[in-house]
């Protein structure tokens, strides 16, 4: 069963908006992690946060975390077409990398 | 650094054959490597949990005799896919964990290798 339930499921946006992705989760974490996959190809690992922090920053990518709520967001700013993938999040669970369902995100020119 | 290969990359086979794919780490010792499947438009589930040197773990059902899984080495992983059915096409990819230091917490992805059982 999956950790994490993503929404939304689908995410459709123009060049240059910014897109939001949400993940919640159901067990206590020491970390969630964030990670990319173009169609047809491996995961890309994003960004790593910790139980401890609320936010972080890489590049054009924020996440947020809320353990009170046990949720997670995803923003990317200024998004380009070559941001169009889906977007896991991940947590582990007794040792074992547990994915959400995923967002699809399609940028359009 | 922490780059994992995959192969081959895609492979089309007949129903019954069996079908081996490889997973390394290039540039990390990986004593744990994972499998996972995905089918089109889905998440990833994990299959089994490969360790260096020892029986693979499989997760509930997931068919151990069917699903073969071999971790010879610190830097490769193979999963055999024996007496294939139309069923079992999917994407399959795995990932390695480096234990060193800081990034001992991220799993690292291969490519994926797309299976077709005709």
């Known amino acids: 069963s999956q950790q994490g339930e993503e929404d939304p499921q689908a995410l459709s946006i123009q060049e240059g908006e910014n897109a939001t992705m949400n993940c919640s989760y159901k067990t206590s974490i020491n970390n969630l992690q964030w990670y990319r996959q173009n169609s047809g190809r491996g995961l890309v690992h994003l960004i790593l946060?910790?139980?401890?922090?609320r936010e972080k920053h890489s590049g054009r990518l924020r996440v947020t975390l809320d353990t009170s709520k046990k949720s997670s967001s995803l923003l990317i700013t200024a998004s380009r077409a070559a941001d169009t993938a889906s977007y896991f999040c991940a947590t582990y669970r007794a040792q074992k990398l547990v994915f959400g369902q995923g967002t699809r995100l399609t940028i359009n020119p | 650094g922490a780059v994992v290969s995959q192969h081959p990359s895609w492979v089309i086979c007949k129903s019954g054959t069996s079908v081996k794919i490889e997973c390394r780490s290039l540039d990390f010792q990986a004593t744990t490597m994972f499998w996972y499947r995905q089918f089109p438009k889905q998440s990833l589930m994990l299959m089994a949990t490969s360790n260096e040197g020892s029986k693979a773990t499989y997760e509930q059902g997931v068919e151990k005799d069917k699903f073969l899984i071999n971790h010879a080495s610190l830097t490769l992983s193979t999963l055999t896919v024996t007496s294939a059915h139309p069923e079992d096409s999917s994407f399959y990819i795995c990932?390695?964990?480096?234990?060193?230091?800081?990034?001992?917490?991220?799993?690292?992805f291969g490519p994926g290798t797309r299976l077709t059982v005709l």
């Open positions: 946060i910790r139980s401890n922090e």
């Open positions: 990932s390695a964990s480096d234990p060193s230091g800081s990034r001992r917490d991220t799993q690292y």
